[in-house]
């Protein structure tokens, strides 16, 4: 079975930083796009950063632009780095994997999903 497990949610304040890792189980996905995307509670998903297959490519929300790095390592494992955290990017976090040869912002380009992980940054 395919999985995508995200890890390194918690609580921080504003101003404050935290790493996002995201972890495939059952396949390997480094010849996958991936992606971070998230939800915030009352709002749809929305993306948040994209990285190529090989890494040479990245691709960001506006809100996030010079504040979050998403990476990805050879081991496999995806990263967002999330500096300068403001209460506005409370939300549940979710990575995917996309089979198609880019960096992509929509849903619909991915394939698999994690089940998220949740990052409150209170005021």
């Known amino acids: 079975q395919v999985q995508l497990v995200e890890s390194g949610g918690g609580l921080v304040q504003a101003g404050g930083s935290l790493r996002l890792s995201c972890a495939p189980s059952g396949r390997t996905f480094s010849r996958y796009a991936m992606g971070w995307f998230r939800q915030a509670p009352g709002k749809e998903r929305e993306f948040v950063a994209a990285i190529s297959l090989t890494g040479g490519r990245t691709y960001y929300a506006d809100s996030v632009k010079d504040r979050f790095t998403i990476s990805r390592d050879n081991a496999k494992n995806t990263y967002l780095q999330m500096n300068s955290l403001k209460p506005e990017d409370t939300a549940v976090y979710y990575c995917?994997?996309?089979?198609?040869?880019?960096?992509?912002?929509?849903?619909?380009?991915?394939?698999?999903w994690g089940q998220g992980t949740q990052v409150t940054v209170s005021s």
């Open positions: 995917a994997a996309s089979s198609k040869i880019g960096v992509f912002g929509r849903e619909d380009d991915y394939n698999y």
